[in-house]
């Protein structure tokens, strides 16, 4: 069964680092999703991505975040100057695009990014 | 700010009984629920959607809305230890062309003793 993969698992980086993260959506999907998680805390919406662009971000996604698709495959999630406060789970999902009214966000395992 | 509310537990039941999760949403315009299973350091796993009033059931799990109370539950018949995980509400919000975001409650933690 295709899976939505994340690399890499764990991330440590400085506190000031650029860091990015990467997500390989399932191969017909085409709306993708960046959510986090800090440890202990809820599940977070930051950006969703279609047709190239984002179509809705977060309060989170500041000018620090950044998203692309850089070759039509990965998806990347970009924090220019990682803070302490950065450090959590980072999911990846992804959707195809159907017709229908029940379609379904397909979560990758995840990054944990720990900023240091 | 759309508010989604489950009781953090943990409830602990025995193996075999009937677990029973519930949460509250704060967006009355709202139209569609899920619940997601999650395990300790893995992502949110799809157990059941749910769109209209009244019960969904699905194997072992039933899902109940309720609009105008906005409330949402989950049934776990007959559970079992591997049933012992986090379960987490999710809101659904439209964002156009097609896509949506979730919003999510923090999880209630399920132990099912054996």
């Known amino acids: 069964e295709p899976e939505v993969t994340q690399t890499p698992s764990h991330q440590v980086t400085q506190m000031g680092q650029e860091v990015i993260l990467r997500c390989v959506p399932i191969?017909?999907?085409?709306?993708f999703y960046w959510y986090r998680q800090i440890l202990g805390q809820k599940v977070e919406f930051l950006v969703s991505?279609?047709?190239?662009?984002?179509?809705?971000k977060s309060e989170i996604f500041d000018d620090q975040f950044s998203v692309e698709r850089p070759d039509g495959s990965n998806f990347t999630l970009k924090i220019r100057s990682t803070k302490l406060e950065d450090s959590a789970m980072y999911f990846c999902a992804t959707m195809r695009k159907t017709s229908g009214y029940y379609n379904e966000q397909f979560f990758g395992p995840g990054t944990r990014l720990t900023v240091l | 700010q759309k508010e989604v509310e489950q009781n953090s537990g943990p409830l602990s039941v025995p193996e075999g009984a009937i677990a029973s999760l519930n949460c509250t949403y704060s967006?009355?315009?709202?139209?569609?629920f899920f619940w997601y299973r999650q395990y300790s350091g893995k992502s949110p796993e799809l157990i059941m959607s749910?769109?209209?009033?009244g019960d969904k059931e699905d194997g072992r799990f039933t899902a109940q809305l309720n609009k105008a109370s906005q409330y949402v539950s989950l049934l776990i018949r007959d559970s079992q230890p591997s049933d012992s995980a986090t379960y987490l509400c999710?809101?659904?919000?439209?964002?156009?062309?097609?896509?949506?975001?979730?919003?999510f409650g923090k999880g209630t933690k399920l132990s099912v003793i054996p």
């Open positions: 991505f279609y047709n190239n662009e984002i179509s809705e």
């Open positions: 749910i769109y209209s009033n």
């Open positions: 967006d009355r315009v709202s139209q569609s």
């Open positions: 999710a809101v659904k919000s439209e964002s156009g062309a097609g896509s949506y975001q979730l919003t």
């Open positions: 191969s017909n999907h085409l709306y």
